[in-house]
């Protein structure tokens, strides 16, 4: 049986529709999904309780999925369950994205479960190579898109972040704690921008397998109102959370839409 360990969004949803029998819907507390109606609620708090339940209801495999801010952890809510997991979640909080979530998936795996992927159980939400939107990359594009992936590639042992904003040859912006919307947010004023292209895929080393790169239709809006000129993600490691609508979006914006094979 699958468990879906949910955070905020479209994502766990799609993922819970696309399976054969209905996955047991796990929910973290303050991160409900868009769409789905949790079968068991949990905090950080009462992760060891939950480990428990997810065996009484006969669970072998795990997908995390959706989005969820680092949460604090709270001494005076945590349950005997869990407190002897405590090391390994201050350890969790205080590391990068991806070292947390690896300590996350790990535990889960001691545990007994198979951690599962999104993109695995649903293979579709992968974004497929090549320019999906009307409008195509010209050759400055090109050669930001090219630095954007080696700043990414640069800063992957920081574990700081999936993206960043290149345009006219610099760096712009880049993804730290916030995430991308924050970023795309919190651009300098300058006139680089109208060239600018947000850039994103994993870091070098990721595990995704709880943290896959996403976009979405949210994303599209967001970088028009940043006031860029495109989207550029990494082909085959990127999910596009509903492509017609991020294509359609795109569009009508003006902006290029390009999955890109590195090349």
Do not use: Y
Not at 73 to 82: I, R, V, W
Not at 90 to 95: H, P, V
Not at 147 to 166: E, I, K, R, Y
Not at 202 to 213: E, F, I, N, S, Y
């Amino acid at each position: 049986m699958l468990a879906l360990i949910c955070g905020a969004g479209t994502l766990p949803a799609q993922v819970s529709n696309a399976q054969p029998e209905k996955p047991l819907v796990c929910v973290m507390e303050g991160f409900a999904p868009d769409g789905l109606r949790a079968d068991l609620n949990f905090r950080l708090e009462t992760l060891g309780s939950l480990l428990i339940q997810l065996g009484q209801h006969g669970v072998t495999d795990v997908c995390l999925c959706g989005a969820i801010d680092r949460p604090s952890l709270d001494p005076s809510k945590l349950d005997e369950q869990t407190a002897p997991l405590i090391p390994l979640i201050a350890g969790a909080l205080t590391s990068g994205d991806d070292g947390a979530l690896r300590a996350v998936m790990g535990l889960f795996e001691q545990s007994g479960f198979t951690v599962r992927a999104a993109h695995e159980l649903v293979p579709d939400l992968v974004a497929p190579p090549g320019v999906l939107s009307e409008k195509w990359p010209d050759s400055q594009m090109r050669e930001d898109a090219k630095l954007g992936s080696n700043v990414l590639a640069a800063l992957a042992p920081m574990d700081v972040g999936q993206a960043c904003v290149t345009g006219g040859g610099q760096l712009i912006g880049m993804e730290t704690i916030g995430g991308t919307d924050f970023m795309l947010s919190h651009l300098p004023d300058t006139s680089l921008l109208a060239q600018g292209v947000l850039v994103k895929g994993p870091k070098l080393g990721q595990d995704t397998r709880a943290d896959m790169p996403t976009i979405g239709p949210e994303t599209i809006k967001n970088v028009k109102r940043a006031g860029l000129s495109g989207i550029v993600i990494d082909a085959g490691d990127v999910i596009l959370l509903d492509s017609e609508k991020c294509i359609a979006l795109a569009n009508a914006a003006g902006l290029v839409l390009w999955s890109r094979t590195g090349e």
